[in-house]
């Protein structure tokens, strides 16, 4: 094979306790999988049919990375996320097999440039320009889920210059792992390498430049970033 430009590098992220890092494939993201984020989003938190945005893989940045404040926004927001990642594919996976298909676990950010976010939602128009921007996926090291087993209960948390903004616990996810598993592949082949971001608990906020935020799900890892100013253009 003789490409015509260098071909992008693959991304990837640790696997804790190992050599052997994590390829990312694709990332998918699900919308207000928590009662109370669902209603400080200004949405009633029904069990409708869960929704999915992607990030792009690139988007995927390894905690500990010094973000600079993304361009074209004054309303940068933190969404902690408890991730799970895939390690065998497959399409129209039942819930009673989905944990067979996850490899391990993470805890990432969906960071979300809120004003752009709400502008598209307001408009009928697509969230992308909110949500899947570059470095705006960060994440942990993965846990096996040889090592761990298949978690289902967990304090998820956030703190922002060590003041706690988002706390709650994985076990009040609307839609659990399964369904989510079983929900994404009924639509789209899930392949090993995909990440699905769980979706964030109440209490996001605005981050600023100089900001250190923190993050984790008790049992699976934790998350930090330290957001710098925007890059010089
Ligand atoms: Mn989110």
Same mark, same amino acid.
């Given at each position: 094979m003789k490409y015509a430009i260098s071909p992008p590098p693959q991304v990837s992220v640790t696997v804790r306790d190992s050599d052997s890092h994590f390829p990312v494939r694709r990332v998918y993201c699900v919308g207000r999988n928590y009662e109370a984020h669902a209603r400080e989003m200004?949405? =009633? &938190? #029904?069990?409708e049919a869960p929704f999915i945005f992607q990030k792009p893989a690139d988007a995927v940045v390894v905690s500990g990375s010094v973000i600079?404040? &993304? &361009? $074209? #926004?004054r309303n940068l927001h933190h969404e902690i996320e408890w991730v799970v990642a895939i390690g065998k594919g497959g399409f129209n996976i039942s819930t009673d097999s989905a944990? $067979?298909?996850?490899f391990g676990y993470a805890v990432g950010l969906d960071l979300t440039r809120r004003d752009l976010q709400f502008a598209a939602r307001d408009a009928g128009c697509p969230w992308e320009w909110g949500k899947?921007? =570059?470095?705006s996926a960060p994440c942990s090291d993965i846990v096996t889920a040889s090592a761990i087993g298949h978690p289902s209960q967990g304090r998820i948390w956030l703190s922002v210059n060590g003041v706690t903004r988002q706390d709650a616990d994985?076990? $009040?996810?609307?839609?659990?792992v399964p369904e989510i598993i079983a929900f994404i592949s009924s639509s789209m082949i899930l392949q090993p390498g995909d990440l699905v971001f769980t979706g964030t608990p109440s209490g996001v906020g605005p981050l600023v430049a100089g900001d250190v935020v923190a993050g984790g799900v008790d049992g699976i890892g934790s998350v930090g970033i330290t957001m710098a100013p925007t890059a010089a253009q």
């Open positions: 200004g949405k =009633d &938190p #029904t069990r600079e404040y &993304p &361009p $074209q #926004t944990l $067979q298909h996850v899947a921007f =570059d470095k994985i076990s $009040q996810l609307i839609w659990s």
